[in-house]
T-cell receptor, first 110, second 113 residues
Framework: GDSVTQMEGPVTLSEEAFLTINCTYT??????LFWYVQYPGEGLQLLLK???ADDKGSNKGFEATYRKETTSFHLEKGSVQVSDSAVYFC?????????WGAGTKLIIKP | NAGVTQTPKFQVLKTGQSMTLQCAQD?????MSWYRQDPGMGLRLIHY???????DQGEVPNGYNVSRSTTEDFPLRLLSAAPSQTSVYFC????????????FGDGTRLSIL
């Protein structure tokens, strides 16, 4: 079946460092891909999405490109801030369901 | 903007008790779902609904019931609570198309003693 694999966390970086969180997927067809973010004590919020190959989603300085050839959707940010500390989830749409990665906790130290 | 509203935010139950987690959305979304979130396991789908009167099972449906009598409401019932159901529960909704994002409630933290 369809699945999403994310790099394990926690990922600890210093402020202003470059961030990459890896996400790869297995799916039939051409799913839509998402990154969601969960700040401490809150629900999940959509961060960005891409609906077809080579699409780039972007929001709040984060970017991810839908790479069909490598079945990947890695999340990147050029300069992270303490306020980016959260748990990040990669997900894909399959039929009526979202298939979720396990989440990657990001800790940014000042 | 209310969005997706879940109640209660916290609940402690004893083993064997029953309860209903409430979820309501005011965006006229067709699709609603319930997830549980456990450490290191991401989100797992419990039940979902593609419209009023229609529900289906997700990945981990055992021990839970749902109904969808209106577009707005999608309650989750625990029939006989077990410690394994200790988790954080999230309700989500979206419009019908697959490539639209889901909107989440703030979650219900449930502990079963």
């Amino acid at each position: 079946g369809d699945s999403v694999t994310q790099m394990e966390g926690p990922v600890t970086l210093s402020e202003e460092a470059f961030l990459t969180i890896n996400c790869t997927y297995t799916a039939t067809g051409y799913p839509s891909l998402f990154w969601y973010v969960q700040y401490p004590g809150e629900g999940l919020q959509l961060l960005l999405k891409a609906t077809k190959a080579d699409d780039k989603g972007s929001n709040k300085g984060f970017e991810a490109t839908y790479r069909k050839e490598t079945t990947s959707f890695h999340l990147e940010k050029g300069s992270v801030q303490v306020s980016d500390s959260a748990v990040y989830f990669c997900a894909l749409h399959s039929n009526y369901q979202l298939i979720w990665g396990a989440g990657t906790k990001l800790i940014i130290k000042p | 903007n209310a969005g997706v509203t879940q109640t209660p935010k916290f609940q402690v139950l004893k083993t064997g008790q029953s309860m209903t987690l409430q979820c309501a959305q005011d965006m006229n979304h067709e699709y609603m779902s319930w997830y549980r979130q456990d450490p290191g396991m991401g989100l797992r789908l419990i039940h979902y609904s593609v419209g009023a009167g229609i529900t289906d099972q997700g990945e981990v449906p055992n021990g839970y019931n749902v109904s969808r009598s209106t577009t707005e409401d999608f309650p989750l019932r625990l029939l006989s609570a077990a410690p394994s159901q200790t988790s954080v529960y999230f309700c989500a909704s979206r419009v019908g198309r697959n490539n639209q994002p889901q909107h989440f409630g703030d979650g219900t933290r449930l502990s079963i003693l």
